[in-house]
């Protein structure tokens, strides 16, 4: 399971790679593995308003359809068009060509509660243990 250490996550799997007062979010490795081949995303508008752990958008493979949840507020200033053409970049690329969207956070403070590359190591660790019982 790749986890790059430069970004943060959140405990509904998405990555979020903080920029100055932007940050850049998208789906980890370990849910579009979960999710399998992804083959429809709706992502918010430019300039759109979005709330901290609120729906922003949706995520749909061939098995489920699961909302996006935002890390942070802000306000979008970058979706990536690539993936209404081709959603499968979340699968083939997620931490890089399959980026969702760009915010430029409210408070940057908020990123100060999400969990670092070894605390989601650890977490989706105990979700494979919970899985096994």
């Not at 969207?101 to 989601?120: N, R």
Request: cysteine-free; proline content about 6%.
């Amino acid at each position: 399971m790749d986890v790059p250490k430069n970004f943060l996550y959140t405990r509904d799997h998405l990555w979020i790679k903080p920029e100055g007062n932007r940050s850049r979010v998208g789906v980890t490795d370990y849910s579009q593995g979960e999710l399998g081949e992804v083959i429809f995303i709706d992502l918010p508008d430019l300039d759109d308003e979005v709330g901290m752990a609120a729906p922003f958008g949706i995520i749909e493979s061939e098995t489920a359809v699961s909302d996006l949840t935002a890390p942070v507020s802000g306000e979008v200033v970058e979706v990536n068009s690539d993936l209404v053409e081709s959603p499968e970049l979340v699968n083939e690329d997620p931490y890089g060509e399959g980026w969702l969207i760009s915010i430029q956070m409210h408070d940057s403070d908020q990123i100060d509660i999400l969990m670092k590359p070894e605390e989601y190591e650890d977490y989706i660790a105990d979700l494979g243990d919970e899985e096994e019982e």
